[in-house]
């Protein structure tokens, strides 16, 4: 079965641009969730979806949005983008929301702004 | 709010060495408890989990004890090979059960 998978795999953009991520879930998996991860540093959460709402919110600006389709794949969407959202952006799938069930991560999309 | 402490690296060691990487917790309740692994070029991948008190998680020689009474998940390993090297994340999940909540990561680097 494949994995997690995301597009693009890299990505540089400019100042003040927008950029939509995306990422398709394992097979099966109704929940995504979304995480940045800054060069040397851990994960920090920024979302997760799950049947297509939203279920948590990191502390991140309005500036990050994002959305889970019908069949569960999911955007995550940048706007105004500043110097400090380079980073690689990680999304995550589980069958459900409930503790147990393992998050399964991607290979993840790196952005560059410059 | 919740937060996740690691030990900072880099962690040099030599083959079949002691591993140890200390991790300690702040939060409400008791969170299950993660150690993630990232493998050079690769995503994160899970080695392995608790989620109550006084559970062992084990994975491929790895071990971690949930310590309540010291907040602490801190993980093991017998003897390390050159293959173990990665960075590595202690991590708890909030009460909301929505986010993962990560420490800063710890390189392990293993030389034969």
């Known amino acids: 079965d494949a994995g997690v998978t995301q597009s693009p795999t890299h990505l540089i953009k400019t100042r003040g641009q927008h950029v939509t991520l995306r990422c398709s879930p394992i097979?099966?998996?109704?929940?995504v969730s979304w995480y940045q991860q800054v060069l040397g540093q851990g994960p920090q959460f920024i979302f997760q979806?799950?049947?297509?709402?939203?279920?948590g919110r990191g502390n991140f600006p309005d500036r990050f949005s994002a959305r889970q389709f019908p069949n569960y794949s999911s955007e995550l969407n940048v706007n105004a983008l500043l110097l400090g959202d380079s980073a690689l952006y990680l999304c995550?799938?589980?069958?459900?929301?409930?503790?147990?069930?393992?998050?399964?991560f991607g290979p993840g999309t790196r952005l560059t702004v410059l | 709010g919740d937060s996740v402490t690691q030990m900072e690296g880099p962690v040099t060691l030599s083959e079949e060495a002691f591993l140890t990487i200390n991790c300690t917790y702040t939060?409400?309740?008791?969170?299950?408890l993660f150690w993630y692994v990232q493998y050079p070029g690769e995503g994160l991948q899970l080695l392995l989990k608790?989620?109550?008190?006084?559970d062992k998680g084990s994975n491929k020689g790895f071990e971690a004890t949930y310590r309540k009474e010291t907040t602490s998940f801190h993980l093991e390993k017998g003897s390390v090979q050159v293959s173990d090297s990665a960075v590595y994340f202690c991590?708890?999940?909030?009460?909301?059960?929505?986010?993962?909540?990560f420490g800063k990561g710890t390189t392990l680097s293993v030389s034969s």
């Open positions: 608790a989620t109550k008190a006084d």
């Open positions: 991590a708890l999940l909030n009460q909301a059960g929505t986010a993962l909540i």
């Open positions: 097979s099966g998996h109704k929940s």
């Open positions: 979806y799950y049947e297509k709402e939203e279920r």
């Open positions: 995550a799938s589980s069958r459900g929301t409930e503790a147990y069930n393992e998050q399964f």
């Open positions: 939060a409400t309740g008791y969170p299950s």
